[in-house]
């Protein structure tokens, strides 16, 4: 099908005024044909179709052949068949006045029709002075003679729409194809010989015609333009030869003035250089550096102070350092007394926030500068502000931390976990076995209930209202629980050995938020609009090896977090947000997931990932979920898991898996 369309809009115009002309002929004749068969099958099915049960009726209404028939039973039947393959009929059955069958016969060789005519006939037997009933059935069958109109039609149809789409074809080609063709010779004629004095002639007064007319008009055009051109052109040869003169005369000039220019000229282009080549080292600097003159104006700003503050160097020179980098003003003591004292000040972990919003951290180095001046050859003094940013260094030095804490609480946990889950285990065996034994339905519980003649129904009876059922149940349940516990404590403590497959991220995380939304909590903000969860999904991205099962309990985890943090914000003037994004950077596919709830303190940020931490009331959660989601990435996945969040504003976890990972055995 695509090929045909290249294949059409390539062709010639005449080509695709012939396709559709045949197309709506070839369709219009379809639709006759159709039309005209429906039409007489209907009209026969209501006229035609009883002819054949009629003649039957005429043949079998003589006394004779019935008497016949009864007579000779044996006789009749192959004189039956014979007459059925001679005619249509489909089945013949005598009754007497009783409505007893006296002769029957039933045409076995031909297939049995769908819809069938029958016909009822009283015929007097003289013989037997009695009268019989005839129940006829014979196949509805057409007329030949119909059938043959039909066919002549469908021709006559055939043949008429071919004469007119040839003659349509032919009319086309006057009104349409005639004319286009004489436009492209006359723009094949002014594009090989260059005759602009041709023009087109214009056959009609339709689309063709006004395009006709607008051809000769930009002909008219053109050849005024060539005029003009050539006018010009010799307006231009008379001023080049004054221009000539003139140059003669200003030659000598020039070549006097050229050694004082071409002197100047490389004394400007090394000092140029320098310059550029200073400020490319400068700008070249993975710090921001801001030198300022004594009265702290800032004087030079390099690129990456640029890239910082988003602060063009036009913008920032000859400005207060103070006014263009407001969080220095509380550390003004600082950079006074590193002018003051001509040493080397520092200021450590600087949070500035970036034009993309983002708190980073930076350590300040205050460098005194003296310098002399070209004006009267005097020494004046100023300083260099470097800003160092050391955010990541911050957090790896976090992550360092975190991972030593993770090996010590691995180890306390795995064992734990086994002094726990002996006696857990004890405990929800023995509840279920109290239940076991309680059941009324165990043969064993009704033999012994009946020999010590208690009733066994009146006893769960008691049991149920007393409460004993409901604290049995939640014993187990409270058992489970605790259970759950230990094995997260055990997988926590214990090298993962599954095999990772490449899974689709966007399809996993699109089922996680399903599953997310039969949280009951999140159902009901989703339902109120108090939070919208938005997904921005990478097309492009390919599948990252990991295990489906775990990635979505990291997920549901950040999800129902960040849920919970955009409930406790005090007075929301906002829509809850929760974004998660999916990209691929480098050998690394990134899930980042952000909210805009109340956000963490720098002390709590540092402790998230510690197992048993948590800022929700008693109850509301184990503080488990972030330690077992950071060891699921990092060590199940050998990716990273790093967070952001500023109070109030809201917090931004971002995991990172490889896309070429592999679980050592």
């Known amino acids: 099908m695509a090929s045909f369309r290249r294949y059409l809009a390539n062709d010639s115009i005449s080509g695709k005024l012939?396709?559709?002309?045949?197309?709506?002929?070839?369709?219009?004749?379809?639709?006759?044909?159709?039309?005209?068969?429906?039409?007489?099958?209907?009209?026969?099915?209501?006229?035609?179709?009883?002819?054949?049960?009629?003649?039957?009726?005429?043949?079998?209404?003589?006394?004779?052949?019935?008497?016949?028939?009864?007579?000779?039973?044996?006789?009749?039947?192959?004189?039956?068949?014979?007459?059925?393959?001679?005619?249509?009929?489909?089945?013949?059955?005598?009754?007497?006045?009783?409505?007893?069958?006296?002769?029957?016969?039933?045409?076995?060789?031909?297939?049995?029709?769908?819809?069938?005519?029958?016909?009822?006939?009283?015929?007097?037997?003289?013989?037997?002075?009695?009268?019989?009933?005839?129940?006829?059935?014979?196949?509805?069958?057409?007329?030949?003679?119909?059938?043959?109109?039909?066919?002549?039609?469908?021709?006559?149809?055939?043949?008429?729409a071919g004469l007119i789409c040839i003659l349509a074809i032919r009319r086309v080609k006057h009104i349409i194809i005639h004319p286009i063709l004489h436009l492209i010779e006359q723009a094949h004629t002014i594009s090989d010989y260059d005759n602009y004095n041709v023009r087109a002639t214009k056959f009609n007064n339709d689309e063709i015609g006004i395009l006709a007319t607008s051809f000769n008009k930009m002909l008219n055009k053109v050849q005024a333009r060539d005029q003009q051109l050539i006018n010009a052109k010799d307006q231009a040869e008379k001023a080049s030869q004054q221009a000539q003169t003139l140059a003669l005369e200003t030659q000598r000039t020039n070549k006097k003035l050229a050694l004082e220019v071409q002197v100047r000229t490389h004394i400007e282009q090394k000092l140029t250089d320098?310059?550029?080549?200073?400020?490319?080292?400068?700008?070249?600097?993975?710090?921001?550096?801001?030198?300022?003159?004594?009265?702290?104006?800032?004087?030079?700003?390099?690129?990456?102070?640029?890239?910082?503050?988003?602060?063009?160097?036009?913008?920032?020179?000859?400005?207060?350092?103070?006014?263009?980098?407001?969080?220095?003003?509380?550390?003004?003591?600082?950079?006074?007394?590193?002018?003051?004292?001509?040493?080397?000040?520092?200021?450590?972990?600087?949070?500035?926030?970036?034009?993309?919003?983002?708190?980073?951290?930076?350590?300040?180095?205050?460098?005194?500068?003296?310098?002399?001046?070209?004006?009267?050859?005097?020494?004046?003094?100023?300083?260099?502000?470097?800003?160092?940013?050391?955010?990541?260094?911050?957090?790896?030095?976090?992550?360092?931390?975190?991972?030593?804490k993770m090996i010590s609480v691995g180890g306390l946990a795995a064992g734990m976990a086994h002094e726990i889950n002996n006696p857990l285990g004890g405990i929800v065996h023995n509840a279920q076995n109290i239940q076991r034994r309680l059941s009324p339905s165990l043969i064993k519980n009704q033999e012994l209930a009946a020999r010590l003649h208690i009733d066994i129904q009146s006893l769960n009876q008691y049991l149920e209202e007393r409460g004993i059922s409901r604290f049995l149940n939640n014993i187990q349940d409270a058992g489970q629980r605790a259970s759950k516990i230990v094995n997260n404590m055990l997988q926590f403590s214990r090298r993962s050995n599954r095999v990772l497959q490449p899974t689709q991220l966007?399809?996993?995380?699109?089922?996680?938020?399903?599953?997310?939304?039969?949280?009951?909590?999140?159902?009901?903000?989703?339902?109120?609009?108090?939070?919208?969860?938005?997904?921005?999904?990478?097309?492009?991205?390919?599948?990252?090896?990991?295990?489906?099962?775990?990635?979505?309990?990291?997920?549901?985890?950040?999800?129902?977090?960040?849920?919970?943090?955009?409930h406790q914000r005090s007075s929301p003037l906002t829509e809850g947000l929760i974004n998660i994004k999916t990209e691929r950077k480098e050998q690394q596919?990134?899930?980042?997931?952000?909210?805009?709830?109340?956000?963490?303190?720098?002390?709590?940020?540092?402790?998230?990932?510690?197992?048993?931490?948590?800022?929700?009331?008693?109850?509301?959660?184990?503080?488990?979920g972030l330690s077992v989601s950071y060891f699921i990435i990092t060590n199940n996945h050998k990716g990273q898991m790093q967070v952001r969040s500023t109070p109030t504003e809201g917090t931004r976890f971002t995991i990172s898996l490889p896309l070429a990972a592999s679980i050592a055995a």
Request: aromatic residues 6%; negative net charge; proline residues 4%.
């Open 506 to 566: 966007n399809t996993l995380i699109t089922r996680t938020l399903e599953i997310a939304h039969s949280d009951l909590a999140i159902k009901q903000s989703i339902e109120l609009n108090t939070i919208k969860i938005r997904t921005y999904f990478d097309p492009l991205l390919d599948k990252v090896p990991c295990i489906s099962n775990e990635i979505e309990q990291v997920l549901l985890n950040l999800i129902k977090n960040a849920a919970y943090a955009i």
């Open 18 to 160: 012939l396709t559709l002309l045949i197309s709506v002929t070839v369709s219009l004749v379809l639709i006759a044909c159709g039309a005209l068969t429906i039409t007489t099958y209907l009209i026969s099915k209501e006229y035609n179709i009883t002819q054949p049960l009629h003649q039957i009726e005429a043949l079998f209404g003589n006394p004779v052949l019935i008497t016949y028939l009864l007579e000779s039973p044996e006789t009749s039947k192959p004189f039956l068949a014979n007459l059925s393959s001679l005619t249509s009929l489909q089945s013949l059955n005598i009754l007497d006045a009783n409505k007893t069958s006296l002769l029957s016969y039933q045409n076995t060789e031909s297939q049995p029709e769908l819809s069938t005519e029958q016909s009822q006939l009283a015929v007097y037997l003289p013989q037997k002075k009695q009268t019989v009933t005839l129940v006829l059935a014979a196949k509805p069958s057409l007329s030949n003679v119909l059938v043959l109109a039909i066919h002549i039609a469908i021709l006559a149809i055939i043949a008429t």
């Open 589 to 624: 596919a990134l899930i980042i997931v952000e909210d805009n709830g109340v956000g963490m303190t720098a002390d709590v940020r540092t402790r998230i990932f510690e197992p048993f931490f948590t800022t929700k009331e008693v109850g509301s959660g184990t503080g488990l």
């Open 274 to 404: 320098l310059k550029k080549y200073l400020s490319d080292i400068i700008d070249s600097m993975p710090s921001a550096l801001i030198a300022i003159e004594q009265s702290q104006h800032i004087q030079q700003w390099n690129k990456q102070a640029s890239t910082l503050f988003g602060i063009t160097e036009s913008d920032a020179c000859g400005k207060s350092v103070y006014g263009v980098i407001t969080c220095l003003k509380k550390h003004q003591d600082t950079i006074s007394k590193a002018l003051a004292l001509n040493q080397a000040q520092t200021i450590e972990k600087v949070a500035i926030k970036h034009p993309s919003q983002e708190v980073h951290y930076f350590d300040i180095v205050v460098y005194p500068l003296t310098y002399s001046a070209s004006a009267n050859n005097s020494s004046k003094k100023g300083a260099v502000i470097r800003l160092d940013d050391i955010t990541q260094r911050l957090f790896i030095e976090e992550a360092i931390v975190q991972n030593e």
